[in-house]
């Protein structure tokens, strides 16, 4: 679906976090992981919760992706085209700072 | 079962509502001749105590809301906003403070930014600020309004810029945006007028012409181009010029729930102006057993009482048929097609009031 040549590239050391004001919680009455953000609610699938709690400011792009792909025994290349999609998509929406 | 002649559907399978917003009191400073609140407003010695608003709050969040608008009048007409707000978000709420940035003392925003507030959303009515000012019906609002956003963006809250959109303003849409921009706004919503409440009073004197709408809606996909990645931008469409109705508040009764400054309990700011509907207050009953058992909540939940063309229309679920007030509004129905709709057998009601344009004073909304 992504091929890397396609994917947008985000540095190894950014250190992505959410901005004040958005806020990634667990809420059963709806079902699952909701991103809160001004006027709007996202809901996150399982995989999406995953990037973005690690998103705290004090993690590299590299080390998430690092982690993820150990985490879930996906292939590296391919994790890194996933995190860095949803997170550039994020970030275009001002849902997170890079 | 009836209710005054609305049929109540069976009402499962319920939604759980996503927002909630908490019109903390209606005094405000200002007197936006297109606000929304209903002309028959709710006084000071009526309104909500603070430990009811967190009660209701404890309640919204067990309901499923998860944001929490904080809105009015001006929210800050009241001393106790920080504590309001507090309790919202000890509830687990996000917290938004609806403002028109007049009221809120740097102090007061720096007690709320410390208790959690997460968002900052601020009115303004031009980016000319003595046409500002004269919307608004009050000398110097614009400039304290864009003091309160320099504080704001100082506190690294974020903000979003509100302006709504109507015929003395509608010629400058690149302006506006550049003028939120410069505010440090991260969304700006631009949001032409509803025509509820205030706004349908002043409904001749705020009416553009169809070659503006048009002008102005086409500005705002180059305007996110150019801006991309800077400001998200927001556009709520001019309701008498469109083609299909918007679906309203997502659905009746579906996905959120207001609340006014006496307790009373909506499926929208508008819905008061519906006839025949009998609205339960928190002071009476929990939300839950509102937003489940309010007959007027469920007088209009899902599409069954829809007449045609919505009926067998492939749109059904997507606007469920527009919106209540504006069909009650316009047609005496609340039932019926709302009329902003182009396949609407009364659209001709819409066509109609849309060409009724008058340069006259505004009707300042006052307390």
């Not at chain 1, 399982?46 to 400011?57: D, F, L, P, Y």
């Not at chain 2, 007690?111 to 031009?126: C, K, M, R, T, Y």
Request: proline content about 6%; some cysteine.
């Amino acid at each position: 679906m992504n091929t890397p040549a396609t994917a947008p590239s985000i540095p190894p050391n950014a250190r992505p976090r959410l901005p004040r004001g958005v806020r990634l919680v667990h809420n059963e009455a709806q079902g699952g992981w909701v991103l809160l953000a001004p006027e709007r609610v996202f809901k996150a699938d399982q995989i999406a919760a995953e990037i973005v709690k690690r998103c705290t400011g004090e993690a590299s792009f590299e080390a998430i992706v690092n982690d993820l792909a150990v985490t879930f025994a996906a292939p590296r290349e391919r994790v890194e085209t996933d995190v860095a999609t949803l997170l550039r998509g994020l970030a275009d929406k001002k849902l997170l700072d890079l | 079962m009836m209710t005054n002649g609305y049929a109540v559907p069976s009402p499962k399978p319920l939604h759980n509502p996503l927002g909630l917003l908490a019109e903390l009191t209606h005094r405000c400073p200002l007197g936006c001749p297109y606000c929304s609140n209903p002309l028959a407003l709710d006084r000071r010695e009526d309104e909500l105590d603070a430990a009811t608003w967190a009660r209701v709050f404890r309640e919204a969040a067990g309901l499923g809301v998860l944001q929490v608008h904080l809105s009015g009048g001006e929210p800050a007409s009241r001393r106790d906003l920080v504590d309001v707000m507090a309790a919202a978000r000890d509830a687990g709420l996000y917290t938004n403070l609806i403002t028109s940035g007049v009221g809120v003392t740097d102090q007061r925003l720096r007690e709320l930014a410390d208790a959690g507030l997460d968002h900052v959303q601020i009115s303004i009515q031009d980016s000319e600020p003595k046409s500002s000012d004269l919307i608004a019906g009050y000398e110097g609002a614009y400039a304290r309004k864009r003091g309160l956003a320099v504080a704001v963006v100082a506190l690294r809250l974020p903000l979003t810029v509100n302006i709504v959109i109507h015929r003395a303003n509608i010629g400058r849409i690149d302006e506006l945006v550049a003028m939120a921009l410069d505010m440090g706004a991260l969304r700006v919503e631009i949001a032409h007028v509803q025509y509820y409440g205030w706004a349908l009073k002043n409904r001749a004197a705020l009416m553009p012409t169809r070659q503006q709408v048009e002008e102005a809606v086409a500005r705002i996909e180059p305007l996110r181009k150019q801006h991309h990645s800077r400001i998200v931008i927001d556009a709520v469409v001019p309701d008498y010029y469109a083609r299909f109705p918007k679906p309203c508040v997502g659905g009746w009764g579906r996905r959120s729930l207001n609340v006014t400054p006496a307790g009373r309990v909506l499926p929208c700011h508008a819905a008061e102006s519906i006839a025949g509907l009998e609205f339960w207050s928190v002071k009476d009953h929990s939300l839950r057993e509102i937003w489940e058992c309010n007959p007027a909540f469920n007088a209009f939940r899902g599409t069954s009482f829809l007449p045609e063309p919505c009926q067998s229309c492939e749109r059904r679920d997507i606007d469920f048929g527009g919106c209540r007030c504006q069909a009650f509004a316009l047609t005496g129905d609340a039932r019926a097609t709302d009329p902003v709709c182009h396949l609407s057998p009364q659209h001709h009601v819409v066509e109609e009031q849309a060409a009724v344009r008058e340069d006259a004073t505004y009707v300042y909304r006052r307390l």
